[in-house]
């Protein structure tokens, strides 16, 4: 069967209407609503956050520090990665890189952190979120940002450091995310990821 | 019952009927047309609310707390989907630490503050909203960026800090949110919050 559209814009009453292509065919499509707002309300939306300022570790160090999330092997889940987010809460201790690196999720990664459902009551989540384990040495995948010792007397603000992965990493079963300094930060950042769980 | 599309594009003139065009893997092509949250606006869904006046800002969690928020009273049918969190300094700040969003309960809130329609003269919002309640302690979830105390002459302007939550936070009847500082700040920032209400 053919899906047709007609061309042109027109004044749609309620109820049953053709749809609408532009001068190539293309069907032309309104937003419903925020691109994750139909996962969250359905409740496979999840976030964590660091509750205070973590000191990290340097590099590909494998005693880690900082937020990670993983996918416990047998969950029968996929973790799709939307947001990475990261802050100074003070003067940074060293100048230097912020990025996002994968691993496998290893025997010492646990579930130390609350996740929260981005729906309240919205179920559990399966992912183990931790702010240190010993873990293989992890890869960096994603350059995010560089933290600098600058003073805090010197800007008013600095924007959102957010990044939108929109879906771009997937953790399946036995694999994690984690946090991934250049250097050692003192007790200076705080981070928050935020994700949707599907089926495997 | 198959639907088909065809693939290349067509020339069609105002008002030709045509079949919907798909690439050469099958994808339907689509052109999304208007604001991203056009639709819902002009349905009458989305609301926002703003500080009027540089508020003062309790620390971390802080259940005397000041600031911006959001509550979805109980019993209230509706579900409400946050889209935007924004925040800026209107004057030099008198401390450094960093701005995030919390979640807790509605316990505290009233309606003292009036959320506007984004779509003027349409609908009213369930919200709540407040600058000060006395409140259950606030877990934080979202990390969004740096405040610092630099001198309004050092800047001649600061980025948007506009965090796109894009749906992914979820208020369900009884719960709420709220701005969240690690440091009080006093008589500096101002706050807005973008939303969407929907039947639960």
């Not at chain 2, 960093?98 to 609908?123: P, Q």
Request: glycine share 12%; aromatic share 6%.
């Amino acid at each position: 069967m053919d899906l047709q559209g007609i061309e042109g814009r027109r004044s749609a009453a309620t109820g049953v209407n053709q749809l609408r292509v532009d001068t190539k065919g293309g069907l032309m499509a309104h937003n419903y609503s925020g691109k994750y707002a139909e996962a969250a309300l359905a409740g496979r939306m999840f976030v964590v956050a660091s509750q205070s300022a973590v000191t990290t570790t340097k590099d590909n160090d494998t005693t880690w520090t900082g937020l990670g999330v993983g996918n416990p092997i047998g969950s029968g889940k996929n973790l799709i990665m939307h947001e990475f987010g990261w802050a100074l809460i003070i003067v940074g201790s060293d100048d230097g890189l912020v990025g996002l690196a994968s691993c496998a999720i290893g025997t010492d990664f646990t579930n130390s952190l609350t996740q929260r459902n981005c729906k309240w009551g919205g179920g559990p989540s399966v992912a183990y979120c931790d702010a240190g384990a010993t873990i293989e040495a992890p890869i960096l995948e994603r350059v995010c940002g560089t933290h600098g010792m600058g003073a805090t007397t010197t800007e008013m603000s600095k924007p959102p450091n957010i990044v939108d992965l929109a879906g771009s990493i997937v953790l399946p079963p036995g694999r994690a995310i984690v946090t991934w300094t250049s250097e050692i930060v003192t007790s200076g950042l705080q981070f928050h990821f935020v994700w949707e769980e599907v089926d495997a | 019952m198959q639907l088909e599309s065809k693939v290349g594009p067509a020339d069609l003139a105002s008002g030709s009927k045509s079949q919907l065009r798909s690439d050469t893997g099958g994808g339907l092509l689509a052109q999304v047309y208007g604001g991203k949250y056009a639709e819902a606006t002009r349905a009458g869904r989305m609301f926002c609310i703003a500080n009027t006046a540089p508020v003062t800002t309790t620390k971390d969690n802080d259940t005397t707390w000041t600031g911006l928020g959001i509550a979805n009273p109980t019993g209230s049918d509706k579900n409400i989907i946050l889209h935007e969190f924004g925040w800026a300094h209107q004057i030099a700040g008198d401390d450094d630490g960093l701005v995030g969003l919390a979640t807790t309960t509605d316990s505290g809130f009233a309606a003292t503050l009036t959320a506007r329609s984004c779509y003027f003269g349409t609908g009213t919002s369930i919200a709540e909203c407040v600058a000060t309640a006395t409140i259950v302690a606030p877990i934080l979830e979202r990390v969004c960026g740096t405040h610092g105390m630099g001198a309004v002459t050092t800047q001649i302007a600061v980025g948007p800090n506009i965090v796109d939550l894009a749906g992914s936070m979820i208020i369900v009847p009884g719960r709420s949110v709220v701005t969240w500082t690690s440091e009080i700040t006093t008589t500096v920032l101002m706050f807005s919050f973008l939303w969407e209400e929907v039947d639960a």
